[in-house]
Every structure is written in C-alpha cells, then in structure tokens.
C-alpha cells in the first residue's frame, strides 16, 4: 500500500469565498457609479438635512412649549426663515438698485463731467488716467460688449439651475422638519436597547454640536456687521447698510470670511477719502483679534470644539467638494465627526474597563486557583458569582 502523498504548502481557495469576493468587489463599483450619478441629489439632501438639524430647536419649541402640531409648528419656523433671508436681501438690494437708478437717470451728466475733468466722476478719471487706458482698450472693450449676450445667457441658465436647487432643498427640508423625527425612531427602534441608547445620545451631541456652532456664528456674524455699520458710519462712507450686510454674510466662512469682507469694505472707504480707509483697516485689525481670542473661545468653546489643524483640514475639504457652501458646512460636519469619533473611543474605555474588572474578580491572590469563597465587591463593581456545575450522569 502506497503512502499518501504529502501535503503541500499551497491550500485551494473553495469558491464560496471566491464568488463573495467577487461580489463585494462588483457591488462597491456599482455603489460608487451609483453615488457619482446622485452626486447632485445627495448634496441637495445633505445640504436639506443640515437645515433641518438647525430649525428642529425652533419646531421643539413650537411643538411642546406652544402645543402645535408638527405640520403646523414646521410651516411656521420655515416662514419665519424664509422671511429673515429675504429681509435681508432687500436690505441688501435695495439699496444697489437705488444707486444703480440714480447712476442711470445721471448718466449723461458723469459722462460730460468726465470728458472735462469735473466731479467726483471727473477727478476720478484724472487721477487714474482711465480716459487713456480706455482709447488705448477700445477694441478689447467692443469686443466684450459684443460677446456679453452668450455669457449673458449662460449666466441665465446658472441662475435658473440654482433657483431649482434651491426650491428643492427648500421642500426637502421642510419635509425633513415633519417627518424626519419620524424616520429617526424608527430607524433607532430597529435596534437593541443598548444600542438605542447610544444613538439617541450620539445623536442628540451631534445635533447640539451643530445649533450650536450656527448660532453661536451667526451671533459673530451679527458683531462684525454691526462694527463695520458703526466705523463707516463715523468716517461718514456710503453704502454703510450693504457693506455691514456683506461684512456679516462674509463671517460665516471661517478663516477667510473675514478677510473677504474687509477687502470691499476698504476699497469703498478709499474711495470716499484715504482716512477712512485707513481707519476701517485699523479697526478690523483690533476686532479680529478680539473674535479670536474673546469672541472664538468664549462663543464656541461650549459647543465645537476643534483644533486649528482640524478647521483647516475640514475647510479644505468643504471648499474642494461643495465650493462656498462646504465651506459653510465643513466646521458643523467635522463637529459630527468628532462626536462619534469620542463615542467610539469613551465606549471601547468602557469595555475594555469592564472586561478588566471581570478578569480581575475571579483570580485569588494566592496560587492562582479560583477562589471558591465569596468575593467582596471592588471599586462599585457587582462580583461575578460561578454557578455549581452538577456531574455528568
């Protein structure tokens, strides 16, 4: 009888496990292609679900301080919303088209004082040679104005793409308020007690986290409109309603929203007179170190906090995925992020407190054998107690 042959190194792979990686492999391409060609309509509902995280305080509020019913309570917060935002661009166009009005109606008369050095149109063209620059540019200027109309219309379709994007993520949120209370039970009851548990208080902390970054930024945003208003009102600059507004607007954006509100504001005050530039400059420079370190720490320690390093990291993504508006978002989603991830880490404490306490109750102290008298809690710790095993029949 001859020996069986022996084995070698190499053991074969049964094709059950082939199959599932196969599988695993076919379904994350096809999920990847799936989330590329919905790329637009995640964004909506991301962009929708973020508002609605920040409107829920308020339709609590309506909901069980005022007795209203859900439908009715999410109706009024979303016209309440709707009729801030667009009070603030009138605010905020209002008095553009009543320049832009006026410098249409007098038209002829900065075009005479132009061509003989008179007004404050006048000494504008004489003092930076624009009469020269502009004989000297005539046909690159005739050649704009002839292809105005095609950019003109390819403006009009990106207004007309962001007004439904925008009417979408309106109805979506809006949807989201009334029944996303709703869809969260019921995905949370799906779980076990304990893991229910845990998600309520995640999120619960990640909601926090998020109303309370928005408002604690829309309340900086408030500040550096009002201090710009108040410094162009003392050095007497026009336009003071629409640069604290843009001023304000701009503070959203960390890091930079600054820096981008300051720019206009100064340019505007140079040309009113270089001491008011001079001064606006000077007054930005001491409120942005006191946000920094006052408003920053003393606003936002209670509800985000985040590194430097981590605000820029999350910024730079934002900018690069979503462009302005993930920027906007890029602060709150690295806030949620950092809630689960202190979750993950508190919970894997927490087990790994426990099996070191359960390993630590059933050891005696003398030859390693199991101690068979009882044993005295530890550290608030309830003893484990060994049941008596009876002989096997």
């Given at each position: 009888m001859t020996?069986?042959?022996p084995p070698t190194g190499r053991q074969a792979v049964p094709w059950r496990i082939i199959l599932a990686v196969v599988g695993v492999v076919l379904a994350t391409y096809l999920g990847v292609l799936l989330v590329q060609a919905l790329q637009r309509i995640i964004t909506w509902i991301v962009v929708a679900g973020f508002f609605a995280v920040v409107l829920n305080p308020a339709v609590?509020?309506?909901v069980y301080r005022l007795r209203f019913r859900r439908t009715l309570a999410a109706l009024v917060v979303f016209l309440i919303g709707l009729a801030s935002v667009a009070g603030l661009l009138y605010l905020f166009i209002r008095p553009i088209v009543d320049q832009a009005t006026t410098f249409a109606n007098n038209f002829s008369t900065y075009v005479d004082d132009a061509k003989t050095g008179k007004g404050e149109v006048g000494h504008l063209v004489k003092r930076f040679h624009i009469d020269t620059w502009v004989q000297k540019n005539q046909a690159k200027l005739k050649s704009a104005i002839s292809n105005s109309g095609k950019r003109a219309l390819g403006l009009a379709r990106k207004v007309?793409?962001?007004?439904?994007?925008?009417a979408t993520i309106l109805v979506l949120t809006y949807l989201l308020l009334v029944e996303g209370p709703r869809v969260m039970a019921g995905g949370v009851g799906m779980l076990s007690p304990p893991r229910q548990a845990r998600a309520r208080r995640i999120g619960r902390d990640a909601a926090r986290a998020v109303t309370g970054y928005m408002a604690g930024n829309l309340l900086i945003s408030v500040i550096a409109g009002i201090v710009t208003y108040c410094g162009l009102w003392a050095f007497g600059v026009p336009f003071r309603t629409v640069m604290a507004l843009w001023v304000g607007f701009a503070?959203?954006?960390?890091?930079?929203?600054?820096t981008l509100g300051a720019v206009p504001t100064v340019l505007v005050a140079l040309l009113h007179s270089p001491t008011a530039a001079i001064g606006m400059v000077i007054i930005y420079v001491v409120y942005q170190q006191f946000e920094n370190h006052v408003l920053q720490v003393s606003i936002m320690a209670k509800t985000v906090r985040l590194s430097p390093l981590a605000v820029l990291v999350s910024l730079l993504c934002g900018v690069q995925l979503f462009g302005l508006l993930g920027a906007l978002l890029a602060i709150p989603a690295a806030g949620v992020i950092q809630v689960v991830a202190r979750d993950l880490y508190q919970e894997r404490q927490r087990v790994k407190a426990e099996r070191q306490a359960a390993s630590g109750d059933g050891v005696s102290s003398g030859d390693g054998v199991a101690?068979?008298?009882?044993v005295e809690p530890e550290d608030g710790?309830?003893?484990v107690r060994l049941a008596a095993v009876e002989p096997e029949r």
């Open positions: 020996d069986p042959a609590d509020f309506f007309g793409s962001t007004v439904a994007a925008l503070d959203l954006i960390p890091l930079v929203g600054a101690s068979s008298g009882p710790v309830e003893p």
